[in-house]
């Protein structure tokens, strides 16, 4: 997950991200059916497996395992979440992982996923309209432990977050949890095409003084889409 975002030039009036996003990862999603891509071979091997998948409770269920390493056959950077049952159906989503490269895996995936009368595909991770708590490698973070300062860097969305409990040995998970809080207030294709660079601090210094709660990031981030909107 390389905090570093690259620079996207406008192709056309009011449609950058479309251009400099979809478009290729169209190109890339009907290269790869032509080339006979692996999707099918996975939502065969699911509709095969349905009925144990949909019925897994524990991330520990052996099931889950064979369905990551079906999804990783695709692209090493591909993962899932499986949300809880709701109206006799559950949510799967399809997740580059952050990771932009894998995209037009997520693409075509998505675009060959079965008819389901108990499944609601979706792709990328999803925005929450509660933000949960993140555990990793016996690192708990609440939201209430985030914050951030969000600013317009050379005509980008740039953000810092605030963690509290980072220390610099532990950086690499708190990194990760960082990440997964953003996928959660943004989602992960905002995150990923709609945000410029994006910094882990501790939470002390005159910038956290400044810096506001997690959940003000969405709206922060929506007023800045639309404002830029109006200004192509």
């Given at each position: 997950m390389d905090p570093a975002k690259r620079d996207r030039n406008s192709c056309s009036a009011g449609r950058t991200w479309v251009c400099?996003?979809?478009?290729?990862?169209?190109?890339l999603f009907s290269a790869a059916l032509a080339a006979g891509s692996p999707d099918l071979d996975f939502w065969q091997w699911f509709v095969t497996n349905d009925a144990r998948i949909f019925e897994a409770k524990?991330?520990?269920?052996?099931?889950?395992?064979?369905?990551?390493?079906?999804?990783?056959?695709?692209?090493?950077d591909l993962t899932y979440q499986i949300g809880s049952v709701r109206d006799g159906k559950r949510e799967f989503v399809i997740s580059a992982n952050g990771i932009r490269s894998a995209f037009p895996f997520v693409e075509a995936l998505y675009a060959n996923a079965?008819?389901?009368?108990?499944?609601?595909?979706?792709?990328?991770?999803?925005?929450?309209?509660?933000?949960?708590?993140?555990?990793l490698n016996n690192i708990s973070v609440s939201p209430g432990d985030v914050s951030f300062v969000a600013t317009e860097e050379d005509g980008k969305f740039t953000?810092?977050?605030?963690?509290?409990?980072?220390?610099?040995?532990?950086?690499?998970?708190?990194e990760q949890i960082a990440?997964?809080?953003?996928?959660?207030?943004?989602?992960?294709f905002d995150v990923e095409t709609g945000v410029g660079s994006i910094e882990i601090r501790k939470a002390d210094g005159a910038g956290f003084a400044m810096s506001k709660p997690l959940g003000q990031?969405?709206?922060?981030?929506?007023?800045?889409?639309?404002?830029?909107?109006k200004r192509s």
């Open positions: 400099q996003v979809l478009a290729p990862l169209l190109l524990t991330a520990d269920d052996p099931i889950l395992d064979q369905l990551a390493a079906h999804l990783h056959q695709i692209n090493p079965p008819a389901s009368g108990h499944w609601n595909w979706a792709k990328y991770r999803q925005r929450l309209k509660r933000l949960l708590a993140i555990k953000v810092v977050l605030y963690i509290k409990g980072l220390t610099e040995r532990s950086r690499s998970d708190y990440y997964l809080f953003l996928d959660q207030a943004l989602g992960e990031l969405a709206g922060d981030f929506d007023r800045y889409r639309a404002l830029q909107a």
